[in-house]
């Protein structure tokens, strides 16, 4: 049952071994695994070389470790896709081969804040539309969206029956939106989204805000949107300069 040795330091060849456990079945998803004592006698390991192993595989959250109850298998994540790419929630869910879907929450027309009238260049007298969903795939809560348009764009095009809104504003404002600038914030547990999204108490969050811009370079769509980093994952590629 221990680990066979090479010349790589035994805390990689320890995470090799519990991912390629966990791939093959061994350890299911959110089913806890044995006791550090057990697990390090299992591999043939210390324990120091079992913990630092256990650290990185929760960096990549691989497991999460919750105080006091031990070490669980996190769920894969449902949608992978690269940040660079500018696709909407609803392509996601589709390209994952489910079924996706909105619970409409609510629709109001409010004056601009300051970061408005400066993320807009609105005036003060500009109304904005702010949208509040929540999109599902097959049913299940995996995103939670609020999202802001300028009145004068989006007019009276909007249905709530619409899925996809930059769907939405191509196809009825005649705007296509042609980039985003996203700012990426990790989250814990939020009081009011976790629970609309069915979220454990230990489930993180990822929030994408963005700015999108449509082909002459004019601001018309900000978005905050609260996806369950249980289901999402987003890859970044950089390349050197």
């Known amino acids: 049952m221990s680990i066979k040795s090479d010349n790589r330091h035994l805390y990689l060849q320890v995470i090799d071994r519990l991912k390629q456990d966990i791939d093959d079945g061994k ?3 959110k089913e806890k695994l044995p006791s550090e004592f057990d697990l390090a006698k299992q591999l ?3 324990r120091a070389t079992l913990r630092e192993a256990l650290r990185i595989l929760e960096e990549e959250n691989v ?3 919750r105080h006091g ?3 669980f298998v996190n769920a894969k994540p449902l949608f992978t896709s690269g940040i660079e790419q500018l696709n909407s929630v609803t392509d996601a869910i589709l390209n994952a081969g489910m079924n996706p ?3 409409f929450l609510s629709s109001s027309t409010i004056g601009p804040t300051e970061e408005d009238i400066r993320r807009f260049s ?3 007298d500009e109304e904005i539309i702010v949208i509040e969903r929540v999109r599902t795939a097959n049913g299940e809560p995996v995103v939670y969206c609020i999202d802001k348009i300028p009145v004068p764009i989006l007019a009276d095009s909007f249905s709530h029956e619409q899925e996809s809104l930059l769907n939405l504003l191509e196809e009825k404002a005649n705007r296509k939106i042609t980039y985003a600038i996203t700012q990426i914030v990790p989250l814990g547990y939020h009081e009011k989204v976790s629970p609309i999204l069915e979220c454990d108490p230990e489930t993180a969050l ?3 805000k963005q700015m999108h811009f449509d082909e002459t370079d004019e601001p018309i769509l900000y978005s905050v949107n609260y ?3 249980d289901k999402f994952s987003f890859q970044v590629l950089r390349k050197r300069l």
């Open 206 to 208: 990822l929030v994408l």
């Open 101 to 103: 879907g909105t619970i």
């Open 44 to 46: 043939g390991v210390s």
């Open 27 to 29: 350890y299911k998803e």
């Open 122 to 124: 609105c005036s003060e």
């Open 227 to 229: 996806f369950r980093a």
């Open 63 to 65: 497991i999460i470790r």
């Open 69 to 71: 109850v031990g070490t």
